[in-house]
């Protein structure tokens, strides 16, 4: 079995690293031990690197497309690790989930429609919403006993008609919650009464310690599988987040195909398509394919 050191030191000064790089920006001292980005100082798996250094021998990077190789992989991931046979009609590539976020929030909603969030949790679940002109409103978690859980009272409480979307941090970040099931299916039958959307960020997915079990969101019952979309990535298990792999997991018909539509067609939420004009400067696309647009 191949043996990983740990405890190897690994310079990331200089590298345009966020974790060190931008420290003196952030807090002013450049001389300090940073613990407030997750990302690993450990170096990436030999097998990923090798990987990325044969596709670099081919030395052409044009355009590309998911293969099926691709998607196959995640099928088989995900069936491994969290027991859930997805299909393929499920899946989209998506640029991180930061942005998946986005694109969800911008397909779905409208200015002034309501996002439920439920602190304490990562920032960009409030940051992305209201730089789209949305209403964040605030689900807090409560702590019981040193642990938190979800106040489902408060929740109902606070729904009204304009709530569109609940942001689910799953295993919770910062946390370190992994939801048990029964606490998911009670969030999903709620959801599904009030007509909520939810976003299920999972990208800790595979961070559980082993007496644990992850519960993806959209596995815990029919309505959970109806009212939501997840996003995972191998990014935080293997510290590749520089190499943006993320990806959507859709199984209701109706919410995958108006959201996978948004993301092959470019739509906005208020209907108009993404325009492209071809003027003084050289391009390539296939004059069939400009007639169309």
């Known amino acids: 079995m191949k043996q990983y050191n740990f405890d190897e030191i690994i310079e990331r000064r200089g590298t345009n690293c ?21 990302d690993m100082d450990f ?8 990987a990325i250094k044969k596709r670099c021998e081919h030395e052409v990077f044009g355009y590309t497309f998911g293969s099926d190789s691709y998607f196959n992989s995640i099928i088989e991931w995900v069936n491994y690790k969290q027991n859930w046979k997805i299909k393929r009609e499920w899946l989209s590539y998506i640029p991180g989930i930061v942005k998946g976020i986005g694109f969800v929030i911008q397909c779905f909603t409208k200015p002034g429609d309501k996002v439920i969030i439920q602190p304490p949790v990562y920032h960009p679940f409030r940051i992305v919403p209201e730089s789209m002109k949305r209403e964040v409103v605030y689900n807090p978690l409560k702590l019981v006993d040193g642990v938190y859980e979800m106040d489902f009272e408060q929740l ?14 799953n295993p919770h970040n910062p946390g370190g919650i992994v939801w048990k099931k029964d ?14 959307l939810v976003i299920s960020d999972e990208i800790h997915a595979e961070m559980a310690y082993p007496q644990f079990t992850h519960h993806p969101f959209a596995t815990v ?16 298990t293997f510290n590749i987040a520089g190499i943006v792999t993320s990806y959507s997991i859709v199984p209701n018909d109706k919410i995958r195909n ?36």
């Open 18 to 38: 966020v974790k060190y790089d931008t420290l003196k920006e952030q807090y002013g001292n450049g001389d300090l031990t940073p613990l407030w980005v997750a």
């Open 43 to 50: 170096r990436t798996p030999d097998f990923i690197v090798n």
């Open 156 to 169: 109902e409480s606070i729904i009204d008609e304009q709530c569109k979307v609940l942001i689910l941090c």
């Open 183 to 196: 606490t998911l299916i009670k969030l999903a039958d709620i959801c599904a009464k009030h007509n909520l």
């Open 221 to 236: 019952s029919e309505a959970a599988a109806n009212c939501s979309i997840t996003f995972m990535a191998p990014s935080k």
């Open 258 to 293: 108006e959201f996978y539509r948004f993301l092959e067609a470019g739509e906005l939420g208020d209907g108009t398509i993404f325009a492209y004009t071809a003027t003084e400067a050289a391009y390539t696309y296939g004059a069939e394919w400009l007639q169309q647009m």
